[in-house]
């Protein structure tokens, strides 16, 4: 990006300025200008920032009143699975309500392990959304499946249940639903479709810890829930996730898969040694701790996201070619993982959108255009063309071609390369002036969107 200092800045808008032919300016006039450009005009032009200060910083570790307990653990020496993890298992399901939680090594492992024990596998169809982290769709082929996608409603950002029931084959055997982005999808729906189709339902709440539905907090819905503890997830532990569900037999299943094999809960006692295939993600000592001690601030930081969520959502509503993502009526609360709107840029002098991005970041808005269209990506390809699959499923199945064009996702495509713009979650645990802040940073480019194309095709900035 070409840098323009304020000073080179005034000289050329002066001099571009439409009817002010005024090359040689005086210095009294030109100061009189600095002082009332500068708080208007956008700070990509040079003007000054809507947002001059930082932003909440991500994860938090509040020391020292977290170190004696972290500190605890290791002098103890006993870091692999134990009591601190029974205790975050415990918190976590009582948090949500769910009646069991299992943790593991990260999201992603939560997602593989409850596929397969909820029987998921060779030769199945899982129909999922387009619009989410690459993990959810790994999951689905670590499972020897094959992902199908119902492509998202635009203006939630969330998968279309009309899409979905569109999709349904013979082989469809689950609905992995993701609240993405910490917006809880249109569960009522989707869980219609399963009961009326017999497809178990595993939601992905990676993005979305204490997010809810009619009151429900989600990845409690369905038959199970998954969630990541990734470092920049709203529960932090830099890696960790859990599965939620309220089927015993199901949970201790998972517990078994995520140990070896070896029996837990009612097996356990009857059986001796490992019973059933299993790998080895059992999450740490330490980790566990750094869980315990972040959960304690979780419910605090969700409420104010929601509330700032809702606030700034009515700051930047008005304002034209922005339109911030719809919420399913029955939502009752909204996490923002990340905070979406849409972005189009004929309200904004033809603007495209990575450019004003970096209008927004000038103003100290940090953001950005979010994922990029995940199911053309070689990953699926690979998949098809392993030993397994070509083994097990029919060739016309793994037609490449035939299979991207089945699965072609317009809607999601169109948030990917054109309209998605989003902040961090982080930026919500900031207070109302900040919010009034990234809506005047908006409404600043938008005022002087025509300015900032002028320079632009200049090549001024
Ligand atoms: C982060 C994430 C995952 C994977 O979690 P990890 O802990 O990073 O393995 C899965 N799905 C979604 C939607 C995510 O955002």
């Known amino acids: 990006m070409k840098k ?45 920032r809507s947002h001059a200060g930082g932003w909440p910083a991500w994860p938090v570790w509040k020391s020292p009143e977290f170190d004696g307990k972290l500190l605890e653990v290791m002098r103890s020496g006993v870091w692999s699975r134990a009591h601190n993890t029974d205790a975050f298992e415990a918190r976590w399901a009582e948090m949500l309500g769910a009646k069991r939680c299992l943790s593991v090594v990260n999201g992603t492992n939560s997602l593989i392990t409850a596929l397969a024990q909820a029987g998921i596998g060779v030769g199945d169809e899982v129909i999922t959304t387009p ?17 199908v996608f119902a492509d998202v409603d635009r203006e939630t950002f969330q998968i279309d249940p009309v899409q979905i029931e569109r999709k349904i084959t013979k082989r469809t055997k689950a609905i992995l639903p993701v609240h993405i982005l910490g917006i809880p999808a249109d569960m009522d729906r989707i869980m219609d479709i399963a009961r009326r189709h017999g497809l178990i339902v595993i939601e992905d709440a990676c993005q979305a810890h204490l997010a809810s539905y009619g009151g429900k907090p989600v990845g409690t819905i369905g038959f199970a829930g998954c969630f990541s503890f990734q470092n ?25 898969y995520h140990n070896l094999g070896f029996p837990y809960g009612s097996r356990a006692g009857s059986l001796s040694g490992a019973f ?64 979406p709107f849409r972005y189009d840029k004929e309200q904004f002098c033809g603007m495209p959108r990575a450019l004003f991005l970096r209008a927004l970041e000038a103003e100290g808005v940090p953001c950005s255009s979010g994922y990029t269209p995940l199911q053309t990506q070689p990953f699926i390809r690979a998949a098809f063309e392993s030993k397994l699959y070509r083994k097990v499923y029919p060739k016309s199945l793994l037609k490449y071609d035939a299979y991207l064009l089945k699965n072609s996702c317009p809607e999601s495509d169109a948030l990917c390369d054109e309209e998605a713009v989003w902040l961090t979650q982080n930026m919500l645990l900031a207070g109302h002036r900040e919010m009034d802040e990234i809506a005047a940073a908006i409404e600043k480019v938008y005022s002087n969107a025509g300015r900032i194309m002028d320079a632009s095709k200049k090549g001024e900035i």
Request: with cysteine; hydrophobic share 40%; glycine share 10%.
């Open 4 to 48: 323009t200092t304020r000073r080179e800045f005034f000289k050329t808008t002066f001099r571009a300025g439409a009817g002010i032919a005024v090359a040689s300016v005086a210095s009294p006039v030109v100061s009189w200008g600095k002082e009332t450009e500068s708080a208007t005009l956008p700070a990509i032009l040079g003007g000054s």
């Open 131 to 147: 619009y989410t982290f690459v993990a959810t769709v790994q999951a689905i082929l670590m499972n020897g499946a094959i992902p």
């Open 232 to 256: 920049s997830k709203n529960l932090p532990i830099g890696e960790g996730g859990a599965i939620v569900s309220d089927d015993d037999d199901f949970m201790d299943r998972c517990f078994s």
């Open 276 to 339: 059933m295939v299993g790998g080895k993600v059992r999450f740490s000592e330490y980790q566990a701790a750094i869980g315990l001690l972040e959960l304690q601030d979780l419910e605090r930081a969700s409420a104010l996201r929601w509330e700032n969520g809702q606030y700034l959502t009515s700051k930047i509503a008005g304002i034209p070619g922005i339109t911030p993502a719809r919420l399913y009526p029955k939502t009752t609360r909204a996490v923002y993982h990340l905070f």
